[in-house]
T-cell receptor
Framework: DAKTTQPPSMDCAEGRAANLPCNHS???????VYWYRQIHSQGPQYIIH???NNETNEMASLIITEDRKSSTLILPHATLRDTAVYYC???????????FGAGTILRVKS | KAGVTQTPRYLIKTRGQQVTLSCSPI?????VSWYQQTPGQGLQFLFE???????NKGNFPGRFSGRQFSNSRSEMNVSTLELGDSALYLC?????????????FGPGTRLTVL
């Protein structure tokens, strides 16, 4: 079972920041938080991952709380093309096994 | 660098047939994982191969099998197809295989079983 809890859906206005929350209260000390997104019927796209510190790349920022029990993915200026299902994944199992939950459907609206 | 490629992209089969799907990882990547995605079950891990060895397997029946070649390309096979095997099959590759490694997914093969 997935170790994460995400809201089923969220809306965001185009050009505004999209903040997607994820709860992972049972995370272990050495487990990473990964974010992927999947645009309709395409393969999941890697966004970002982190362990303790906040991370930023060209796509997004990842904010992890100090107790590591939750995190937020931030898309700074959402566009219509960011409409997708966003998956927060915690942990890694031997053999590169990722356990996906249901994710959050993000709808960016003009 | 070319991404993960999967062939064919679409496939239609009938119940009882078998099917082979192919995945070519990113050049230099040695790990290939396979996932099944259905509307009801979401994304589920099938198995992973690293240097031609299967290292982990999801909870799927023995009809689902795979292999990896010395060039890291991988195939998965589903025998005696059932209607419930209709799904998007995704493969992902990564350079090594540890928790810091990023997995990159291919576009998937859409299998329809009639």
């Amino acid at each position: 079972d997935a170790k994460t809890t995400q809201p089923p859906s969220m809306d965001c206005a185009e050009g505004r920041a999209a903040n997607l929350p994820c709860n992972h209260s049972t995370i272990s000390g050495n487990e990473y938080v990964y974010w992927y997104r999947q645009i309709h019927s395409q393969g999941p796209q890697y966004i970002i991952h982190g362990l303790k510190n906040n991370e930023t790349n060209e796509m997004a920022s990842l904010i992890i709380t100090e107790d590591r029990k939750s995190s937020t993915l931030i898309l700074p200026h959402a566009t219509l093309r960011d409409t997708a299902v966003y998956y927060c994944i915690v942990g890694w199992e031997y053999g590169n096994k990722l356990v996906f939950g249901a994710g959050t459907i993000l709808r960016v609206k003009s | 660098k070319a991404g993960v490629t999967q062939t064919p992209r679409y496939l239609i089969k009938t119940r009882g047939q078998q099917v082979t799907l192919s995945c070519s990882p990113i050049s230099g990547h040695r790990s290939v994982s396979w996932y099944q995605q259905t509307p009801g079950q979401g994304l589920q891990f099938l198995f992973e191969y690293f240097s031609e060895t299967q290292r982990n397997k999801g909870n799927f029946p023995g009809r689902f099998s795979g292999r990896q070649f010395s060039n890291s390309r991988s195939e998965m096979n589903v025998s005696t197809l059932e209607l419930g095997d209709s799904a998007l099959y995704l493969c992902a590759s990564s350079a090594k295989s540890d928790s810091t490694d990023t997995q990159y997914f291919g576009p998937g093969t859409r299998l329809t079983v009639l």
